[in-house]
């Protein structure tokens, strides 16, 4: 569908929002950039093309609410951050996270080293955008007790030594994994883990 595709415009709705009021930055075009991910972001809650990579059982829809909730913090849509929140909370987890902290359906694929490390930051991004004074889903946990911590704890052994990774290797890329991966950052600060920032 390509929806994958524009997650890095992430950058751009979270850098304009960091600018917005920079001495020199017009209102006018904050405005517009604002109105265009707007757009953008209902055209992907109601298109089907949309609706169907929202279904996705597997990273591409874990990328395609990190979207969501990137576009409509900056486009003030806060319906759409609460039913990101739910979709986090009531599938994305329940439906992806084992509970060894690992992304089965990541480990299936023929790059799941690659793909795990994809997943795994975008969860984290994911439960950073989303959180709020009122509610942490950093400290979210399912009833099983499944959580975020427990995936950033289960990859974090093998980006420390990439040939510790017990399952099979890449079949492309393998070699250019892992870089200074933002689920480290952010779980720990997050986290209160400071051997993860030093790692990062």
Not at 5 to 16: F, G, P, S
Not at 51 to 75: C, D, G, I, M, P
Not at 140 to 168: K, M, N, S, T
Request: hydrophobic residues 50%; charged residues 20%.
């Amino acid at each position: 569908i390509g929806i994958i595709d524009t997650l890095h415009l992430c950058e751009v709705a979270l850098a304009a929002q960091a600018i917005a009021n920079a001495p020199g930055v017009s209102a006018d075009t904050i405005a517009g950039v604002r109105r265009w991910f707007g757009d953008y972001l209902q055209w992907m809650l109601t298109d089907p093309n949309g609706r169907e990579e929202a279904a996705t059982k597997n990273n591409h829809s874990v990328a395609y609410w990190l979207q969501v909730a990137v576009f409509a913090r900056f486009a003030g849509r806060d319906e759409a951050l609460t039913e990101a929140r739910r979709v986090f909370r009531e599938i994305l987890l329940p439906q992806q996270l084992a509970p060894d902290g690992s992304f089965p359906r990541e480990l299936a694929r023929t790059k799941p080293y690659g793909y795990s490390i994809f997943q795994l930051d975008n969860v984290a991004l994911l439960a950073e955008v989303l959180t709020t004074p009122a509610e942490n889903l950093w400290q979210f946990a399912l009833p099983d007790g499944r959580r975020v911590a427990q995936a950033v704890a289960f990859l974090a052994p093998y980006l420390a030594d990439r040939e510790r990774w017990p399952f099979a290797p890449d079949i492309a890329h393998f070699e250019a994994w892992p870089i200074r991966q933002p689920a480290l950052l952010l779980a720990g600060y997050r986290l209160g883990r400071p051997d993860y920032l030093a790692f990062w």
